[in-house]
């Protein structure tokens, strides 16, 4: 099917695609120098609080993702 392999193409450019930045989930500061491999952060260190596992990083993407699913929340 032509058109499942254009959409998962697409998945994998959103998901691969390096973001502008970082936010660390400890102190919400985007951090700007990090090290990025396909789709996944290898190294970040937060300058504010230095915290430095990826874990508690978010792309902005995914802080969007949270905010929405929040707002979904209190509309119920
Ligand atoms: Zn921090």
Same mark, same amino acid.
């Given at each position: 099917?032509?058109?499942?392999?254009?959409?998962?193409?697409?998945?994998?450019?959103?998901?691969?695609?390096?973001?502008?930045?970082?936010? $660390?989930?400890?102190?919400?500061?985007?951090?700007?120098?990090?090290?990025?491999?396909?789709?996944?952060?290898?190294?970040?260190?937060?300058?504010? $609080?230095?915290?430095?596992?990826?874990?508690?990083?978010?792309?902005?993407?995914?802080?969007?993702?949270?905010?929405?699913?929040?707002?979904?929340?209190?509309?119920?």
């Amino acid at each position: 099917m032509v058109a499942g392999i254009v959409a998962s193409r697409l998945v994998y450019d959103i998901v691969v695609a390096e973001p502008d930045y970082l936010i $660390c989930l400890e102190c919400e500061t985007p951090v700007y120098v990090f090290e990025w491999r396909e789709g996944r952060v290898l190294e970040v260190v937060c300058p504010t $609080c230095g915290n430095e596992d990826p874990g508690n990083f978010a792309t902005e993407d995914e802080i969007d993702e949270m905010s929405h699913r929040g707002e979904e929340e209190d509309e119920e």
